[in-house]
């Protein structure tokens, strides 16, 4: 089975920078980068460049509302920046040892048991075997050390 890592829906990326507004209806928050640069941008999948700004936010990449449905930080480029290609091998912005993995049915609950702090060198095996489930519809990636969603990760068409 193919699958794919996906960044966030641009149209959702556009309407953030239009509004400037984050799921609970607040201000994002500005703020300019490190001179190394580092904050990982969820649309383009790359490191908000050195010297750039970057915008703080909470996120709900969800389209419904359960109480499975989690909100929490996410980071992109202050400025609009080009969606990153769905891919078949883990993004390089992914650079820390281990990440979260967990699957979801399609009603965006969690299926129990899936999740799993999972080796970067795994995660394409086991976002597989996951996915091969037929009551997994996606599943999401996140920070293992703070949960910050990264990016869905879809069975390929």
């Known amino acids: 089975m193919r699958l794919e890592f996906h960044a966030l829906p641009s149209e959702v990326v556009e309407t953030i920078h239009r509004t400037g507004l984050d799921s609970y209806g607040d201000p994002v928050e500005r703020h300019p980068s490190a001179e190394e640069g580092g904050m990982p941008c969820r649309h383009c999948l790359q490191n ?36 990153a290609t769905p891919t078949p091998t883990s993004p390089q912005v992914l650079q820390a040892e281990a990440y979260i993995l967990r699957g979801y049915s399609p009603e965006e609950r969690i299926i129990y048991g899936t999740g799993a702090v999972t080796p970067r060198r795994q995660l394409v095996d086991y976002a597989a075997e996951l ?26 068409d």
């Open 48 to 83: 908000v460049p050195a010297g750039k700004p970057f915008l703080a936010l909470a996120h709900r990449p969800f389209e419904g509302r359960n109480p499975f449905t989690e909100t929490g930080p996410i980071y992109l480029c202050a400025e609009p920046c080009a969606r």
């Open 131 to 156: 996915l091969n489930r037929p009551d997994i519809a996606f599943v999401d990636l996140r920070s293992a050390s703070n949960n910050c969603f990264l990016c869905r990760i879809h069975r390929a």
